[in-house]
């Protein structure tokens, strides 16, 4: 069936930024700086992404140094114990904590909230988080898009592309308005997905490339009324800090719900509150698919209201009288489409340490892409498959190279964020919320050169690029180990 109609001409933009999370935030901020007259497009009500729609305000590595969790747990650790870090993330990233945090509305890197009172719930961190409260983050992230001159259209999905001549010309937007079509000279996707990417016909895939099969889904809940120090005394007494025997109870007395075999929760800056984030998670999805993300929202809100009533308050200590605190706007999608790059970033890369002429950011997590854990309820393997086998990034923290934003082929379009070229593995260390921003901060300077010199995003002078992000705090040179 086809469809056409009259659609009206916004005005034009030299950039267009699809999608507000941490990669958009970065591109959008940076562009405006620069002078670039940029219009950010978001589909939710506020800026951030999985951290805010998302209910994630858990932002991991800034630093290197960060090992699987159970590994910790089995050596004993807990993230003090680690390898003094190195600094992978900074510039805008640096500059947003700081502002969270002057306003009391942040905790770390490298510490969790509550763990001044209860430092006994150390046991439940990753090591390299920085947590933040959800209301005062989504204002700052306001603050500081729009003070960087940024235009923000809020409830608004970025539909489609117009392309002629290999070049785009404008988007095709959808909201309350209706259809709209904005002119621009530069589009930067940041959707997670490479919607517009794939919808200009630069080629993508969705998951491993083998089998198509995606990282799980989450749709994060957070509990609150809980005591903290019962449940740091039940860590300091041996209990497993993914609660595997309190799922194992709540199973065996409710078999006939969708209960899962382990819990991951980490305390929020709130005393009494934590956030669930491992026992939400849902295999099997697409999260490019609406069908799919409806079914996991579905599925999450009944799966919060059971792991209250039948796993929380009858099996985890301090919990007796939690209550739901909140569920997350938009499920937490970790894996689909990449684009085809002009360079394809690797795993193999990662493990050799490779390092490239065309840094532009810094990826410090270790790899933590899962698909379909089989043997989760024993507390090992499967898990982390890379991780599992010992595998690691050489050096700790892994060089990100700008050709691989760059869709084969391509004029005028850049990806940033998880959708940029990084193959299988690869993908976990990449994904992560504070090297996201950092390659969205380098395809906005990007953005500038290409403008500036009337050139392809491929033809920019990459050392100049370089510079421009170590002017702005970024990081672009491997520190030494």
């Not at 800034?62 to 747990?73: A, C, D, E, N």
């Not at 909201?175 to 930067?188: H, L, R, S, Y």
């Not at 005591?227 to 006939?256: M, R, T, V």
């Not at 709130?270 to 099997?284: I, R, S, Y």
Request: with cysteine.
């Amino acid at each position: 069936m086809k469809y056409s109609k009259d659609v009206a001409v916004k005005q034009g933009y030299d950039v267009l930024v699809a999608g507000g999370g941490p990669a958009g935030i970065g591109a959008a901020v940076a562009a405006g700086r620069e002078g670039l007259k940029t219009l950010l497009v978001e589909s939710n009500g506020m800026l951030g992404g999985v951290s805010t729609a998302g209910a994630l305000p858990f932002c991991l590595g800034k630093t290197s140094g960060s090992i699987p969790f159970l590994k910790m747990v089995e050596q004993g650790l807990s993230y003090e114990n680690l390898p003094h870090p190195m600094t992978a993330v900074a510039g805008l990233f640096d500059e947003i904590i700081s502002r969270i945090k002057q306003e009391g509305g942040g905790v770390g890197p490298c510490k969790l909230g509550q763990t001044d009172q209860y430092p006994g719930l150390r046991r439940l961190g990753c090591h390299d988080e920085f947590t933040f409260d959800l209301e005062t983050g989504k204002r700052v992230l306001d603050e500081v898009v729009t003070e960087a001159g940024v235009d923000i259209l809020f409830y608004t999905q970025a539909l489609d592309v117009s392309v002629e001549n290999n070049q785009v010309q404008g988007v095709y937007l959808v909201n309350k308005d209706g259809m709209t079509f904005v002119p621009v000279k530069a589009v930067i996707d940041c959707t997670g997905d490479a919607d517009l990417i794939s919808r200009a016909g630069y080629a993508t895939y969705k998951g491993d490339r083998e089998t198509g099969k995606m990282a799980g889904i989450s749709f994060v809940i957070h509990i609150e009324n809980i005591d903290s120090g019962a449940i740091e005394a039940y860590l300091n007494h041996g209990g497993h800090p993914w609660f595997f025997e309190a799922c194992q109870k709540a199973i065996e007395e409710h078999p006939e719900l969708d209960l899962p075999r382990n819990l991951i929760i980490f305390p929020m800056v709130q005393d009494g509150v934590f956030m669930v984030n491992g026992g939400t998670t849902h295999n099997g999805y697409d999260g490019t698919s609406a069908e799919d993300l409806t079914r996991i929202a579905l599925m999450g809100r009944q799966r919060a209201k059971h792991l209250v009533e039948y796993v929380f308050r009858k099996h985890i200590p301090g919990a007796e009288n939690c209550r739901l605190r909140l569920s997350a706007v938009t499920p937490g999608v970790r894996e689909t489409r990449r684009i085809v790059g002009e360079y394809t970033l690797t795993a193999e890369d990662m493990l050799e340490g490779k390092r490239f002429p065309d840094t532009i950011a810094l990826a410090g997590r270790h790899f933590d892409l899962a698909r379909g854990a089989k043997n989760m309820a024993e507390g090992h393997g499967d898990v982390q498959p890379f991780a599992d086998k010992g595998l690691s990034v050489k050096g700790r923290i892994a060089s990100i190279p700008y050709f691989s934003m760059i869709p084969k082929g391509s004029r005028n379009i850049l990806a940033a964020g998880r959708c940029i070229a990084a193959d299988g593995q690869a993908l976990g260390p990449v994904r992560i919320m504070s090297t996201c921003m950092a390659i969205g901060q380098a395809a906005g300077l990007a953005a500038k050169l290409a403008l500036d010199n009337g050139c392809p995003f491929k033809e920019i002078d990459v050392e100049q690029l370089r510079n421009a992000i170590r002017s702005k705090g970024g990081i672009v040179d491997v520190p030494e180990a």
